[in-house]
């Protein structure tokens, strides 16, 4: 199916564990987003990607890695898991021309670290 | 630095009710402005997008919006609220920096429906 599909949907992790949130998209958009979301916060930029192999950092990327080694694909790893990491993770992507600035967002993981 | 406020964390009306949600921004340029809901468990759904022309722009589910520029304002407006409304919605800007574009998300306006 066409879309953008985030996996797990939910997933409960230990303080130092590493987890990685994986994010698939089949519209062959340029551009790709990690976001998480938090109460009070809205949605924070972690890291996004203009392209295949390029990434750059966001508002709030201190303990997340990211890459993509294709176009479709854009993984967020947690390297060590702490409890503020806790939230809800949206992935999203754009074609990014003057047409389709708009997002389309994936469904979200729900992220517990204990 | 860019940014984008809403000002009501929460707001209720009653069903039929007039609605209108509030949307500040800060950036220098000519904006790219977008209004997400988002309902619980969900992930964001786009309901309306303004990048330049006509300033009251027209979305799904019978919202529309203003922009003004003079206010640097992007309000959210539905002339009669449904039940079925009651969700979250984000305001965003789409910001060009080091060369790529990208969303500044405000905090969000949780919307409650009284029947």
């Known amino acids: 199916d066409a879309g953008i599909t985030q996996s797990p949907r939910y997933k409960i992790t230990e303080t130092g564990r590493q987890v990685t949130l994986m994010c698939h998209q089949t519209?062959?958009?340029?551009?790709m987003f990690w976001y998480r979301q938090d109460l009070g916060h809205g949605l924070r930029l972690i890291y996004y990607?203009?392209?295949?192999?390029?990434?750059d950092k966001g508002e709030v990327p201190d303990g997340y890695v990211v890459s993509r080694s294709k176009t479709e694909n854009f993984p967020l790893t947690l390297e060590s898991a702490t409890r503020s990491q806790t939230s809800v993770y949206f992935c999203?992507?754009?074609?990014?021309?003057?047409?389709?600035?708009?997002?389309?967002f994936g469904s979200g993981t729900r992220l517990t670290v204990v | 630095a860019q940014s984008v406020t809403q000002p009501d964390i929460h707001i209720t009306v009653s069903e039929g009710a007039s609605l209108e949600l509030r949307c500040n921004y800060s950036?220098?340029?000519?904006?790219?402005l977008f209004w997400y809901v988002q309902s619980p468990g969900q992930g964001l759904q786009l309901l309306l997008k303004y990048f330049s022309g006509d300033t009251l722009v027209q979305g799904i589910k019978g919202f529309e919006a203003e922009f003004k520029r003079s206010q640097s304002s992007f309000n959210l407006r539905k002339p009669s609220v449904h039940w079925s409304d009651a969700a979250e919605y984000f305001c965003a800007v789409g910001v060009f920096t080091s060369g790529t574009y990208k969303y500044i998300f405000g905090t969000g306006t949780r919307l409650k429906v009284l029947a």
């Open positions: 519209w062959s958009h340029s551009y």
């Open positions: 990607s203009a392209a295949a192999d390029i990434t």
């Open positions: 950036y220098g340029a000519t904006p790219y």
């Open positions: 999203a992507s754009s074609a990014g021309d003057r047409d389709n600035y708009g997002y389309t």
